[in-house]
């Protein structure tokens, strides 16, 4: 018999369409870290707030520099995995890619 994983609903309970999205936050030094989370908003949040996690708030890493965003938590998870496997100078080319100047991407949200 094979393991078929439960597919999660597309939904969330508040009604709002379920995301996950892969992010790369950095700093001024342009130190790099690369997580995935399902509410884009809120971890930033936690970043800025310096509860990211020990990393990055040892190095004040709270600025968003990219993200995608993912339908499903394993496309999500895979895409961290290979940006993770990346060189710096990849990463760093991925980001330029759409946000050239290294803008605060979370400044636009409301």
Do not use: C
């Not at 884009?40 to 990055?56: C, I, M, N, P, Y």
């Amino acid at each position: 018999m094979t393991y078929v994983p439960r597919q999660q609903s597309m939904w969330r309970a508040d009604g709002e369409l379920r995301q996950f999205f892969v992010y790369i936050v950095s700093n001024t030094s342009m130190t790099l870290y690369t997580g995935v989370t399902n509410h884009l908003q809120r971890r930033v949040r936690a970043h800025k707030d310096g509860e990211g996690s020990e990393f990055t708030s040892r190095y004040h890493i709270d600025r968003l520099v990219y993200f995608e965003t993912f339908d499903l938590v394993v496309d999500a998870i895979a895409r961290e995995k290979q940006i993770k496997g990346m060189t710096r100078a990849k990463k760093i080319a991925l980001i330029k890619s759409v946000n050239p100047t290294w803008r605060d991407l979370s400044d636009d949200f409301s």
